[in-house]
């Protein structure tokens, strides 16, 4: 078997993405949502951390690379359709998110309005500055 | 402020749907990803249930009209880029997926390979045979 088979599972779109939840191992957080092409998923296996495929700047994204908040893969998983892939992680620095918080999902609805339900954990200029 | 406004603030897509991934309230576990459009996600406010948009069918799917496995949704987050919901749902059934398991995300990469990491709860054929 070619060691590329497993790539060739995958339902990429007709981008040649997919796209890849990251979850932190043990508190279960779901920390954010990016997308992966061929070679970020090769490279994050190689690695053994996250890669993605930024679609705003068009080239791989070695997450961490600027933050240094880089997230170290334990598990990789595919779903029935085969056109997502949910990535078990641990977070480097607890900050997934470019906004200095722990998760990108931090916008609540409550009642018909998105409250921020979760505190910046460090504040982005700082993070970004080195 | 009008009654829509919350909906206006997400991103939808070109196609005007939005990505939701639905995790299980207490195992934290990432059931499945799916997508909503403004009437599936205004409906699944108004039930408290998880509405979909079936891009397949083309039409408003709510999750367990032929299951039963409906999903009772407890919290609803959006992300920094207001382009992913996250949705915490009690999993009516405790299966969420359409192959009678638990997760969608029953595919575990090993070395290059992905194995099924996770048993069928309930043959698809008696789930669906009601």
């Not at 949502?33 to 791989?60: C, I, P």
């Not at 056109?83 to 009642?111: M, N, P, W, Y």
Request: proline letters at 2%; glycine letters at 6%; charged letters at 25%.
């Amino acid at each position: 078997m070619s060691s590329d088979t497993w790539l060739s599972k995958i339902n990429w779109s007709e981008d040649g993405l997919i796209p890849v939840i990251a979850q932190e191992a043990g508190s279960g957080k779901v920390l954010m949502v990016a997308w992966m092409n061929r070679d970020a998923l090769k490279l994050t296996v190689e690695k053994g951390e996250a890669v993605y495929w930024s679609r705003s700047r068009k080239k791989l994204w070695h997450k961490g690379e600027k933050s240094s908040h880089t997230q170290k893969v334990k598990e990789i998983y595919l779903d029935c359709d085969e056109d997502v892939l949910l990535l078990i992680v641990e977070q480097t620095g607890g900050i997934a998110c470019h906004t200095g918080r722990h998760s990108c999902f931090f916008q609540k609805l409550e009642g018909n309005e998105w409250i921020v339900a979760a505190p910046v954990v460090k504040n982005p200029e700082e993070i970004y500055s080195k």
